[in-house]
């Protein structure tokens, strides 16, 4: 199946620092959504845009899609060591069968 | 409150012995899938369903049954496990799986010697 992509793999940042992660996908979509994991639990959905979208945001989260590079960004502003986390990316297609495929994730260490 | 749940969440067991690990949600959604998760690897789907008695592969099936005979449950067979099927497993459930999110589950440790 075609993964969306992360980069990097793995973020190391001081609290109240911004942090930036990046997803690349390869078929056409219909949206894509970013997830997140805290170690061990089940994924927890943060946002969703659509593909005629180009910016979104949800309180510090704030991500841009530009379909025409096929890429993504998740920019999380002022970050807390509470965000530490794994986060994927999901991408939705527009054809075949309808569901998400999920990259690998990047792997968000914020210290205090 | 929504929520999909699964049972149970972590299990030890040996080669060949049958186990099934069930998922239940709440929210009169239609498409319910599985996955698993190992490091390095991501999230790998391995059935989907649909709808009631709507079931489908996804990318890694081979080993695991699935069955769908009420919107609410959609439980993960292993019929003969083997090692290779240590895992960390997730249910999700969704509206439209490709349009709207997906609610997971807790998420299945299983261990399998």
């Known amino acids: 199946s075609q993964q969306g992509e992360e980069d990097p793999q793995a973020l190391s940042i001081q609290e109240g620092e911004n942090a930036t992660m990046n997803c690349s996908y390869k078929t056409s979509i219909n949206n894509l959504q970013w997830y997140r994991q805290n170690s061990g639990r089940g994924l927890v959905h943060l946002i969703l845009i659509r593909s005629n979208e180009r910016e979104k945001h949800s309180g510090r989260l704030r991500v841009t899609l530009d379909t025409s590079k096929k890429s993504s960004s998740l920019l999380i502003t002022a970050s807390r060591a509470a965000d530490t986390a794994s986060y994927f990316c999901a991408t939705g297609r527009t054809s075949g069968y309808s569901t998400l495929t999920f990259g690998k994730g990047t792997m968000l260490l914020v210290s205090p | 409150e929504a929520q999909v749940t699964q049972n149970p969440r972590y299990l030890i067991t040996v080669t060949g012995k049958k186990l099934t690990v069930t998922c239940s949600q709440n929210?009169?959604?239609?498409?319910m899938s599985w996955y698993r998760q190992d490091p390095g690897l991501g999230l790998r789907q391995i059935y989907y369903s649909m709808n009631v008695e709507v079931t489908d592969k996804g990318d890694v099936p081979e080993g695991y049954k699935v069955s769908r005979k009420e919107k609410r449950n959609f439980p993960l067979i292993l019929e003969s496990p083997s090692p290779n099927q240590t895992s960390l497993y997730f249910c999700?459930?969704?509206?439209?799986?490709?349009?709207?999110?997906?609610?997971f589950g807790p998420g299945t440790r299983l261990t399998v010697l």
């Open positions: 929210m009169n959604h239609e498409y």
């Open positions: 999700a459930s969704s509206l439209y799986p490709g349009i709207n999110e997906q609610f």
